[in-house]
């Protein structure tokens, strides 16, 4: 199957500095790209839709000036977590959408390895 | 938006029997129903699907059923095996303007004892 490339796999960072995680498909194109949130035993939690090319679109309740997602071309989304606090510890997993049968994200998803961030 | 319950939230078996996890959906939209498995520390994995024009699905030992009038799917696993042991997903599609979007459950550890 497509392969979506996630790094870092994890990050220790101080209290108050921003962290940038990148979401790569390696080997298909996907307009759209998926930002998760998970927690330790609990399910995965759509943080943001990221479209390429426009702005991303949030879930409600997630911040999007602490959440920046960039997603400027076919291949890459980046998830910046800026001034990033202890309550911001988590791991983090993308997806990406390859087409599908019905067109364009109509495909199976793929996730990346995810990105475990601890702030201190 | 959808809401999709997920139950049991832990289940243990011993080797060799079945596992059933159960799901239901609030959008009669949904469309798309996948399963994930994932290990611990790592990515979930699909490991099957169903469409909402087929009723189920089989594909070895794991087997997906769906019945849309009351909106609920279930993953069917036989003669489980250890390596079967992980946290599995169900989830729900639905399209939000352009969008398709996923809304998972919370999740079934299940414990395959040897």
């Known amino acids: 199957g497509a392969v979506v490339s996630q790094h870092p796999s994890r990050v220790i960072c101080k209290s108050g500095t921003s962290v940038k995680i990148e979401c790569r498909s390696l080997d298909f194109q996907a307009t759209t790209m998926f930002w998760y949130r998970q927690f330790p035993k609990q399910s995965l939690m759509l943080m943001a839709t990221s479209n390429e090319g426009s702005k991303a679109t949030y879930e409600q309740g997630v911040e999007k000036d602490k959440f920046l997602i960039n997603h400027a071309s076919l291949t890459l989304s980046t998830l910046t977590v800026t001034s990033a606090h202890p309550e911001d510890s988590s791991f983090y997993i993308c997806?990406?959408?390859?087409?599908?049968?019905?067109?364009?994200?109509?495909?199976?998803?793929?996730f990346g390895e995810g990105s475990r961030l601890t702030v201190l | 938006g959808e809401n999709v319950e997920q139950h049991p939230s832990t289940l243990s078996v011993q080797e060799g029997d079945s596992a059933v996890i159960k799901c239901t959906y609030s959008d009669s939209a949904s469309n798309y129903f996948p399963w994930y498995k994932q290990e611990l520390g790592k990515r979930p994995q699909l490991i099957i699907d169903?469409?909402?024009?087929?009723g189920e699905k089989k594909d070895q030992r794991i087997a997906v059923t769906l019945n849309k009038t009351a909106k609920h799917f279930s993953l069917h696993i036989t003669e489980t095996q250890p390596e079967d042991s992980a946290v599995y997903f169900c989830a729900a599609r639905t399209r939000e303007g352009s969008n398709y979007k996923l809304t998972f459950g919370k999740g079934t550890l299940l414990t395959v004892n040897p």
């Open positions: 169903i469409r909402s024009n087929v």
């Open positions: 997806s990406a959408r390859d087409v599908g049968p019905g067109g364009a994200n109509t495909g199976e998803l793929f």
